[in-house]
């Protein structure tokens, strides 16, 4: 019999300009057991968070607060790492969708978005090595 996977130790990282979104993704993660739930709201806090830290799941809005957008730190990551990433985000933009896709998300969820679905995406990056 598999052995449950222990997410104490793990951690996600939040690229999300809202406050109340952004605690809402962590409280998920929290129900989840995951031990470490770090938010950044633009693009410079997310580069350092994620060196910093170096989640094993990163989670990105499209819009964040400055001048640079979830999709450029998208790119910047994917230069960086083939840690999991999943977009939760309103923007339905094809050119913006495009650029997202480019980055090789696990997923795409927009917003709103159902507490169950995110849970089950994170759950899966989670568990990737």
């Avoid at 998920?28 to 060196?51: K, P, R, S, T, W």
């Avoid at 923007?91 to 090789?104: G, M, S, V, Y």
Wanted: with cysteine; proline share 5%; aromatic share 8%.
């Amino acid at each position: 019999m598999l052995k449950p996977i222990s997410l104490r130790d793990k951690s996600v990282l939040i690229v999300e300009n809202e406050v109340i979104i952004a605690d809402d993704i962590a409280r998920l993660g929290h129900e989840l057991g995951v031990g470490y739930c770090h938010i950044a709201f633009d693009y410079q806090q997310a580069i350092q968070q994620f060196v910093s830290y170096q989640p094993e799941l990163v989670i990105i809005d499209v819009k964040l607060r400055g001048q640079q957008s979830g999709i450029e730190f998208g790119q910047w990551m994917r230069k960086e790492s083939v840690k999991p990433i999943i977009y939760v985000t309103v923007t339905n933009h094809p050119d913006e969708i495009k650029q997202l896709i480019h980055t090789k998300p696990l997923a795409y969820i927009p917003k709103p978005f159902d507490d169950k679905v995110l849970k089950m995406a994170m759950k899966q990056g989670l568990s990737m090595k």
